[in-house]
């Protein structure tokens, strides 16, 4: 039997944490909300890419995110 999984990428993930707009954080949300966690993985390339966002783009600070990116 083959187990079907959900992949979220970076994007996601860093719109969930509220990088770029409201909007696509709302969006980002809604969308994660309705996922079967059971089904859900994240690819650790994704875990990388959404921590160098948050530094870089968000301006968090390297421990603050990677407490996030470790959730």
Same mark, same amino acid.
């Given at each position: ?9 970076? $994007? ?7 990088? $770029? #707009?409201? #909007? ?11 996922? #079967? ?8 390339q ?26």
């Amino acid at each position: 039997m083959i187990k079907q999984k959900i992949a979220l990428d970076s $994007n996601i993930l860093s719109y969930a944490e509220g990088i $770029n #707009d409201p #909007d696509r954080q709302r969006l980002a949300h809604a969308c994660i909300a309705q996922l #079967d966690f059971a089904k859900v993985a994240i690819p650790i390339q994704a875990l990388g890419e959404l921590y160098r966002v948050l530094v870089r783009k968000g301006g968090y600070t390297s421990s603050l995110a990677r407490e996030i990116v470790m959730q």
